[in-house]
């Protein structure tokens, strides 16, 4: 079946610091991928996607590159700032539902 | 406003006691699912429905229930809940084609 692999955290940063966080996919056919954010006491909220392979999606200077040879989604920040200190889904929909990994999060201090 | 709501948003109950938890979206979106969410295992869809009146099996579906009268509501039902389904339950929507989905915010379910 579809699966998400995202790498396990939490990833501690300072701010301004460089964000990766790693996430990897098996599934038949052509997924779509996202990532959510959820932050602190709240419900997630699509970050941002990407439909095909080669697609990048971005959103509030995070970006994301669909890669199908790796089957691959990153995401990445140039800089990172203390209030995208949230916990990070990577997620993917090949049929009529979404599979999520397991989350990872990010803790950015001053 | 656009928004998914869920009610209650905190419950504590015992166990064998039934209980609802309600999801309303005003987006006319015809997808519709619920989520637990337990630490180190991410999301787990319960349930799903593409449109009213049908509705299917997630990942975790043992011991809920849901209903889908009408668009705009996804009720998940638990029967005779047991302390194993102490959880942190996610209700979202989205447009049938675009898999997008919106998320409540959220209910935290204690069962004793």
């Known amino acids: 079946g579809d699966s998400v692999t995202q790498m396990e955290g939490p990833v501690t940063l300072s701010e301004e610091a460089f964000l990766t966080i790693n996430c990897t996919y098996t599934a038949t056919g052509y997924p779509s991928l996202f990532w959510y954010v959820q932050y602190p006491g709240e419900g997630l909220q699509l970050l941002l996607k990407?439909?095909?392979?080669?697609d990048k999606g971005s959103n509030k200077g995070f970006e994301a590159t669909y890669r199908k040879e790796t089957t691959s989604f990153h995401l990445e920040k140039g800089s990172v700032q203390v209030s995208d200190s949230a916990v990070y889904f990577c997620?993917?929909?090949?049929?009529?539902?979404?599979?999520f990994g397991k989350g990872t999060m990010l803790l950015v201090s001053p | 406003e656009a928004q998914v709501t869920q009610n209650p948003r905190y419950l504590i109950t015992v166990t064998g006691k039934k209980l609802t938890v309600t999801c309303s979206q005003n987006?006319?979106?015809?997808?519709m699912s619920w989520y637990r969410q337990d630490p180190g295992l991410g999301l787990r869809q319960i349930y799903y429905s593409m449109n009213v009146e049908v509705t299917d099996k997630g990942d975790v579906p043992e011991g809920y229930k849901v209903s889908r009268k009408e668009k705009r509501n996804f009720p998940l039902i638990l029967e005779s809940p047991s302390p194993n389904q102490t959880s942190l339950y996610f209700c979202?929507?989205?447009?049938?084609?675009?898999?997008?989905?919106?998320f409540g915010p959220g209910t935290r379910l204690t069962v004793t």
């Open positions: 979202a929507s989205g447009e049938r084609d675009s898999y997008e989905q919106y």
């Open positions: 997620a993917l929909s090949a049929g009529s539902t979404l599979t």
């Open positions: 987006m006319n979106h015809e997808y």
């Open positions: 990407a439909t095909k392979a080669d």
